[in-house]
C-alpha cells in the first residue's frame, strides 16, 4: 500500500479530508496516492505536510539496478513489505563493504519504516562505520530501543548465544544477533 494512502488510513481521514487538508482536489489525490505520472512535486509535499510525513526526494538509478542506500533500501522494503527486508539490508551491507562510499549513509531510513528495521540499520551503519574507521551519522548515533528485544535469528536455541555475542550497537538497541550476523556465506 502507498505511504500516503496507508498514513491517511491510519489517521482515519477521508479522501474528502485530506483533499481540504492539502489544498487539492480529490483527482490530484488520487493520482499520487496511486502512484500514477506527472504529479507535481509540489502537491506531494502539500499532501506529505497535510499527513505529517517527511518528504525525501530520492534520484534513482536506471530501470533494473537499485539504491543501496540506507534510505533507498528503507523504501524498497517499505514498498514490498517487512518479510523483504533481508535481500535489501544484505545488499546495502554487501555495496557499503565494496565501496566504503559514505554517501551511502548520509540519510536514515524513512521514519514510516517500522521502528525495529529503522534500529536495525542504525545499528549496523555504526558497526560498518567502525570496520570503515569512519565516524557515523549523527542520525546513527540516536538510541532506537526496541520495548521488546528483538532476536533476528528466530531460534529459540539461539538466544542464549545470541545474548552473549551482539555487538555493542545492537544491544544498546535491544537487539540480538549472532557474532557471524553481517557475514555472507
Known amino acids: 500500500m502507498a ?4 498514513q491517511r488510513k ?25 502512484h500514477q505520472s506527472n504529479v507535481r512535486l509540489a502537491n506531494i509535499d502539500s499532501v506529505a505536510q497535510a499527513l505529517n510525513l517527511d ?7 536506471s530501470q533494473g539496478e ?5 534510505v533507498g533500501i528503507g523504501f524498497q522494503i517499505f514498498q514490498e513489505g517487512f518479510s523483504s527486508w ?11 563493504r565494496r565501496t566504503h562510499d559514505p554517501r551511502l549513509l548520509l540519510l536514515p531510513p524513512p521514519s514510516t519504516l517500522e521502528l525495529k ?3 536495525l540499520i542504525a545499528s549496523t551503519v555504526r558497526v560498518l562505520c567502525d570496520e570503515a574507521k569512519i565516524d557515523a551519522p549523527s ?6 530501543f526496541l520495548k521488546e528485544p528483538w532476536f533476528i535469528s528466530e531460534t529459540e536455541n539461539l538466544k542464549a548465544s545470541a545474548l ?18 553481517l557475514e555472507r556465506a
Open 10 to 34: 491510519k489517521l482515519h481521514l477521508s479522501e474528502d479530508a485530506l483533499s481540504k487538508n492539502s489544498s487539492l482536489s480529490r483527482s490530484t489525490l488520487r493520482h499520487i496516492e496511486s
Open 117 to 119: 528495521l529503522q534500529a
Open 164 to 181: 552473549l555475542e551482539s555487538p555493542l550497537y545492537f544491544r544498546e538497541n535491544n537487539i540480538f544477533v549472532l557474532s557471524n550476523f
Open 66 to 70: 537499485s539504491d543501496l542506500s540506507t
Open 86 to 96: 533481508k535481500i535489501h539490508f544484505f545488499n546495502f551491507v554487501d555495496e557499503f
Open 55 to 61: 518528504l525525501y526526494l530520492l534520484a534513482c538509478p
Open 3 to 6: 505511504p500516503f494512502l496507508l
Open 139 to 144: 542520525w546513527a548515533k540516536k538510541r532506537y
